[in-house]
């Protein structure tokens, strides 16, 4: 069974820009959570979508926003980037409920 | 959810086994422990989840004493392919939210 995959895996944008990033959950999974991470935070959570509803969303700023399609693809997008946005965009998925988290490769991303 | 203490870093050497432990005073009766793995510029990975007592698979052990105020992460025979950042996280199995702390570095040397 494919694994979580996140497109792309780096990106380099600079301040002002906006950025969307993908993240295709494992197959039968229906539960897409992001996570930022960076050295001087650690892992963050960002926000949770269960069947295309965001169902939790972390201490993080309206330029952070997300989606699920049908299919259980999710978006995230960040809008006017700040140099703090620089990290590692990390999503997991599970199939919800009690399943354990499945975490991608990630996206890292560079603000200049 | 319950807030989790382990140690910074811990350093080993090849075939050795590491025990990581992982205190939870205030762990809820609901709540799983369960550990994942994170290699740099990685994602994190799962490596085990517990309620009680002892579990194990092909990669760790996981024991947790009966007050469960505390867990610990058993690698056997580690290699230098080990050297990761180990988080231990406790929450509600179906607490999608996980709440990392800042993880335990295990270096193992040749």
């Known amino acids: 069974k494919a694994g979580v995959t996140q497109t792309p895996r780096y990106l380099i944008k600079t301040r002002g820009q906006q950025v969307t990033l993908s993240c295709s959950p494992i197959?039968?999974?229906?539960?897409v959570s992001w996570y930022q991470q960076t050295p001087g935070q650690g892992l963050q959570f960002l926000f949770e979508?269960?069947?295309?509803?965001?169902?939790n969303k972390g201490n993080f700023p309206g330029r952070f926003s997300g989606r699920q399609f049908s299919n259980s693809r999710s978006e995230m997008n960040v809008s006017t980037l700040e140099l703090g946005d620089s990290a590692l965009y990390l999503c997991?998925?599970?199939?919800?409920?009690?399943?354990?988290?499945?975490f991608g490769p990630g996206t890292r991303l560079t603000v200049l | 959810l319950a807030k989790t203490t382990q140690p910074i870093s811990m350093d080993s050497y090849e075939g050795q086994e590491v025990n990581i432990t992982c205190s939870h005073n205030n762990i809820a009766t609901n709540d799983y422990i369960t550990w994942y793995q994170q290699f740099p510029s990685q994602g994190p990975r799962f490596i085990i989840q517990?309620?009680?007592t002892k579990v194990t698979n092909e990669v760790a052990s996981l024991f947790i004493p009966a007050d469960r105020k505390s867990s610990t992460l058993s690698l056997p025979r580690v290699s230098l392919s080990d050297t990761a950042v180990y988080y231990c996280l406790v929450g509600a199995a179906n607490d999608y939210k996980l709440s990392f702390g800042a993880g335990t570095t295990v270096t193992v040397r040749a």
């Open positions: 517990g309620y009680k």
């Open positions: 979508y269960f069947s295309e509803t965001q169902r």
């Open positions: 997991a998925s599970s199939r919800g409920g009690t399943d354990t988290q499945y």
């Open positions: 197959s039968g999974h229906r539960s």
